[in-house]
């Protein structure tokens, strides 16, 4: 067994804001963000990652290597019932994004095509391929009529394409028209605009160096007035008595009032022929965005930037208005590894990334390193804490506070190694460079390494293998390598029934005895008699001349 404290590989927000799902170690959990139980949701030798709640709040999506290739699978959100595989495609499984009405998931893989699969029917509909390399995380409109992604043409730059989702209309639209990067596109929750990255430089290692690294929005309907125009503005856009100055939806001067929420959504109209009039600059900072996301009101933007320090590069979170006016820093990241908890720096966007943010608008949620943190939307004060942690904040910034959790994970060292394995020869069989694999038959490579696996003493070994099957593409820079630290897995704790059992031959089951007193089964909400029978425990069956205490081992939240 090997406990993690409040680590995780990635995670997703609950659509209420009161959970979240993590990927730890390969396994799937769930964790209250305030007070509750924590709940695991997978348990194998299987990598399980990339975990997603769906819209109505009662589907966990991840990707695993569980049928030895990676694919996509949903499960309930309690865990009760059997994983569904979703998918069935030899490729790597990339980014993917649930349909508004949580019917559909909409992903994009190794072979370059995007593609979505009807989670009930299992019905798989392709959508667009490349030519010339990965298609981006798709972006459902909010009414679940399109999709936007990124892509590349045959000059290697990135441009934003819109395509009916339904698959019926193959011709995606373009809707940027310069000779820069564009990615990243983020439909405003209104569906009125779509708002994208561009890196306007070749400098900087394509932009990612440098301030070019901006946010743009594009209208996706004609406009009938000036949006800058203040007299033509709308009475409901205009700020209400007792605002901030950040517009955020709450009053500074008192306590926290719940903001005026999302606008409703509508029919996402596209006028084509309008949009390239209708791009716009929003950011102007002096240093590279590297990730954002759009609030639920649809006008405020939320962005991670970096800003220089006397010895390192600090991570900032900043909120903007759609208009570019209103710039509110909001927190700021922590030091690099060794110099703090939390960690921040080491990297473009200095490690803070998954924006999130509930929709009530309050509180912003994000990951940095492998940690989770929450933080308040009012302007940088901390009045709708979320999560038990210690409040820490960047100098300057709001106080913002860490997810805590303590879960355990149950590791087979032989299981995983054959997991690590596969996962290796999967990344070089669909990330190389060449699909030939120099004239190699990769099948065999396979065939020749994998049954040295089950002899392997440590990770060492393990790499050894790896690397000798590598070596023989005869590529430079490839190979396999340790990460750069671990920890040892601790003891095993062994929880008690506080009941005697005896095997029940004719039963084939496990009776009660005897109940101790003052025990675990000994109290007025345990409903266990003497006489009854021990049917399962933590939801798997269990039954005469089973060595039940393996189940009994590190019981979360007991």
């Given amino acids: 067994m090997r406990a993690f404290a409040s680590e995780a590989d990635d995670y997703g927000l609950a659509p209420n804001a009161r959970r979240i799902a993590v990927s730890v170690h390969g396994e799937v959990f769930t964790v209250p963000v305030e007070e509750g139980d924590i709940k695991q949701i997978t348990d194998s030798a299987a990598r399980d990652r990339n975990v997603d709640y769906s819209p109505d709040g009662k589907w966990i999506a991840y990707i695993s290597d569980a049928s030895g290739r990676e694919e996509l699978y949903v499960t309930a959100t309690d865990g009760s019932g059997q994983a569904q595989k979703l998918t069935d495609i030899d490729a790597l499984k990339f980014g993917y994004n649930w349909s508004p009405d949580s019917k559909e998931v909409a992903f994009v893989s190794s072979d370059s095509k995007l593609r979505k699969i009807n989670v009930g029917t299992k019905q798989l509909t392709e959508i667009d391929a490349s030519r010339y390399g990965n298609i981006s995380t798709p972006e459902w409109s909010p009414d679940g009529k399109w999709l936007a992604y990124s892509k590349a043409d045959a000059s290697r730059t990135t441009d934003i394409y819109v395509i009916s989702s339904s698959g019926s209309d193959k011709e995606p639209h373009k809707v940027t028209f310069d000779s820069y990067d564009e990615r990243s596109p983020r439909f405003s929750p209104d569906g009125r605009k779509l708002f994208f990255v561009r890196t306007d430089s070749i400098g900087g290692g394509g932009g990612f160096g440098n301030a070019s690294v901006q946010i743009y929005s594009v209208g996706l309907e004609k406009l009938d007035r000036d949006p800058d125009d203040p007299e033509e503005r709308p009475e409901a856009e205009a700020p209400q008595p007792g605002m901030s100055s950040g517009d955020t939806g709450f009053d500074a001067a008192g306590p926290a009032r719940r903001p005026a929420g999302p606008r409703p959504p509508h029919e996402t109209k596209m006028d ?48 903007i208005q ?132 089950k002899d392997v003493g440590d990770r060492q070994e393990l790499l050894n293998i790896i690397n000798e099957m590598i070596g023989e593409l005869n590529a430079s820079h490839t190979g396999a390598a340790p990460p750069p630290g671990g920890r040892a897995g601790g003891g095993v704790s062994t929880g008690y029934l506080g009941v005697e059992l005896e095997p029940d031959k004719a039963a084939g089951r496990y009776k009660v005895t005897y109940i101790y007193e003052d025990g675990p089964a000994d109290k007025d909400w345990v409903k266990v008699n003497v006489g009854d029978y021990l049917i399962a425990i933590g939801g798997k069956e269990v039954k005469a001349g089973d060595e039940y205490w393996d189940l009994l081992n590190d019981r979360l939240n007991r």
């Fill in 322 to 453: 759609e208009d570019g006016k209103r710039l509110t820093r909001i927190t700021a990241g922590g030091p690099p590894s060794g110099e703090g908890e939390g960690g921040g720096g080491g990297g473009f966007g200095g490690g803070i990334g998954d924006l999130n943010i509930s929709r009530d608008g309050r509180t912003l949620f994000f990951s940095e390193r492998n940690a989770i943190y929450s933080v308040a939307l009012a302007g940088g004060a901390a009045t709708a804490a979320a999560g038990r942690g210690p409040a820490t904040g960047g100098e300057g910034g709001g106080a913002r506070r860490r997810i805590n959790f303590n879960v355990r994970v149950k590791i087979n060292r032989p299981a995983e190694w054959a997991e690590m394995f596969g996962d290796a020869w999967r990344t070089m069989k669909y990330r190389f460079y060449d699909p030939n694999m120099h004239g190699m038959d990769w099948d065999a490579a396979k065939a020749k390494y994998e049954p040295l696996v």
């Fill in 272 to 319: 084509w022929a309008g949009m390239k009039h209708r791009t716009r600059q929003i950011t102007r900072m002096p240093f590279p965005i590297s990730t954002y996301t759009v609030a639920p009101d649809s006008r405020t933007l939320v962005f991670v930037t970096t800003e220089p320090g006397a010895t390192f590069a600090t991570p900032v979170i900043y909120s």
